[in-house]
């Protein structure tokens, strides 16, 4: 039994996620694993026709497929992606399909499921036969139980392989819009003072995705700025060195042009809007590389206080998934999500009045400095990240611990001594029967009574 590896890590065999693997090439001695670096040798792949033939040769002979990487911003990283997206260009769907598939992850299990829902779906695009993904905590291999669980989804995974087991298909094909938009007649929106940005990917002439964002961009009063990737000096995807770690520098620092576009442009805008078309169930690689390399400012917030808004072209209603990355990334970071104006929502029409909508809600939004309070997306995640760099994560992200510091990140329940007094009194005041009838019988007026005073205040 032949099993085709996608290393899907930057920093290929010196790599987390591999140990994973090799754990289970270790236990499976009867199946050949091999292993293509293809994250790490992305630049090859995409310029030699015949290193990305020999790719596609070892997947074609193999008989099953095991996409194994690490996550990077809610999904894989850029030069993984990009892999998937030279699949779909150079006509090389053929050799995947009918394979049984498996994927495999490593992280802190910060939104794991989305990164392996899409690799779920790009399967599913690709005819494959998924048959599980297993995510695993980055240290979940120096645990016993952990070792055992892995072994067990391995024996799980060369049985399906080994008895052709039929998988379920998760994801139906998308299916692309056919409306073609032409922008309607403009109501000016005053910015009054405040910076409104559009950075796109990469606007082709008379595209759908061009001309929504010329109708947002003159929608603004005066024009929004427009910039677009493509034009911006970028070497190449997030190599996960975690040298920014330290101090929130990049190790590119000085060799492209992508810290001084995000210092210069990203961070002083008031008002963002993100447009891409949709590519297989993401957006592009490029943009992919772009919430990557953003990376250099580790855990910390740094869109915070912005509001933001999306333009996308193509099937973006029926891919769940990338709605809640973004939804969730854009709570992370405590910013204002204006909404997702797409080419698919109806009629063109429809989408002007959409866009018209952003842009008059995104003013609105920013000269009060609305932010929508926390839900569970940024209210999880800060208290995930709060606990790993609390604690063994503090050595690599020592940026991130200031920032925590001086922020009151570190807010742990164990700290508020007033709480901890009154629970201790209360909770043994609780186990006497009579105490605890009368505490039932009054738990709901006293539960409101905070609030009496608080709606007596005019602030």
Not at 353 to 361: C, H, V
Not at 362 to 370: F, M, T
Not at 414 to 436: A, C, D, E, F, H
Request: charge should be positive.
């Amino acid at each position: 039994m032949k099993i085709a590896v996608l290393n899907g890590s930057p920093k290929g065999e010196v790599s987390v996620t591999m140990q994973y693997v090799h754990f289970l090439q270790l236990r499976f001695p009867e199946a050949e694993f091999e292993f293509f670096d293809v994250a790490l040798k992305i630049k090859k792949l995409e310029k030699d026709d015949k290193a990305f033939g020999e790719v596609i040769a070892g997947v074609a002979a193999a008989d099953a497929v095991l996409w194994a990487f690490p996550l990077y911003f809610l999904v894989v990283c850029s030069q993984y992606k990009r892999f998937i997206e030279l699949i779909f260009e150079k006509n090389a769907v053929p050799a995947f399909r009918g394979k049984p598939a498996a994927s495999l992850s490593t992280s802190i299990n910060f939104f794991d499921y989305t990164a392996h829902n899409y690799i779920n779906a790009v399967c599913d695009d690709l005819q494959m036969n998924f048959f599980g993904s297993y995510s695993a905590e980055m240290n979940d291999l120096l645990k016993t139980k952990e070792r055992q669980r892995l072994k067990a989804f391995g024996e799980l995974f060369m049985k399906a392989i080994k008895d052709k087991t039929p998988a379920i298909r998760n994801n139906r094909p998308l299916v692309a819009p056919e409306v073609i938009f032409e922008a309607g007649q403009i109501t000016p929106v005053e910015t009054e003072g405040k910076k409104v940005l559009i950075v796109a990917d990469d606007l082709a002439e008379n595209s759908n995705l061009q001309k929504m964002v010329e109708r947002l961009r003159q929608t603004f009063s005066p024009a929004a700025e427009l910039v677009q990737l493509k034009d911006i000096d970028i070497k190449g995807g997030c190599l996960g060195c975690i040298q920014c770690g330290f101090d929130n520098v990049c190790v590119y620092e000085g060799k492209d042009g992508f810290i001084d576009f995000f210092n210069s442009k990203i961070k002083t805008a008031d008002i963002l809007f993100l447009a891409g078309a949709i590519h297989d169930r993401y957006l592009s690689s490029l943009w992919k590389c772009f919430f990557d390399r953003s990376f250099f400012n580790g855990h910390t917030p740094f869109l915070k206080d912005k509001q933001i808004g999306f333009v996308i072209s193509g099937p973006f209603g029926q891919i769940h998934n990338l709605r809640e990355i973004f939804e969730a990334s854009m709570a992370i970071q405590q910013a204002g999500l204006n909404g997702f104006v797409s080419d698919d929502i109806g009629t063109s029409a429809e989408i002007d009045t959409a866009l018209q909508s952003m842009a008059t809600r995104a003013v609105a939004q920013s000269k009060l400095g609305y932010i929508p309070p926390p839900t569970f997306y940024q209210v999880a995640g800060n208290k995930l990240f709060r606990d790993a760099i609390w604690s063994r994560l503090r050595p690599v992200f020592q940026a991130d611990h200031r920032y925590y510091k001086k922020h009151g990140m570190y807010n742990f329940p164990q700290k508020n001594y007033k709480w901890r007094m009154i629970n201790s009194i209360l909770v043994g005041l609780t186990k006497i029967p009579k105490v605890r009838k009368e505490f039932i019988k009054r738990m709901k007026k006293e539960m409101i009574k905070p609030c009496a005073n608080a709606l007596k205040r005019t602030e």
